[in-house]
């Protein structure tokens, strides 16, 4: 699993080079993030790939739109990428 920075660009409409170590440390930190979050079953999947990719993309796009330490009190839960963890959680349970 894993976006391509070139991926990351077009989704985020980025047509310039000054965030590209950025993005890159943002990729890798979501990556680690999913994974933490959720396991490593659904990366031996390749039917998993394209919901862990969005997901990814997401998670990305929130970082790179807001750099702040602390959340906001007003922010809500994403009910979309909740249940994506779910469904790449499930992908664990699947063989047994």
């Avoid at 950025?22 to 933490?36: A, M, P």
């Avoid at 969005?54 to 009910?79: F, G």
Wanted: aromatic content about 10%.
């Amino acid at each position: 699993m894993g976006v391509t920075k070139e991926q990351i660009k077009e989704y985020l409409k980025i047509d310039f080079s000054d965030d590209d170590k950025f993005l890159e440390e943002l990729i890798t930190v979501s990556d680690l993030y999913i994974t933490k979050t959720v396991g490593m079953a659904f990366k031996d999947k390749p039917e998993y790939t394209p919901v862990a990719e969005l997901v990814q993309k997401k998670i990305i796009n929130d970082m790179y739109e807001n750099r702040a330490v602390e959340v906001p009190a007003d922010t809500k839960k994403s009910t979309i990428v909740t249940t994506i963890f779910e469904i790449l959680e499930a992908a664990a349970w699947e063989d047994m």
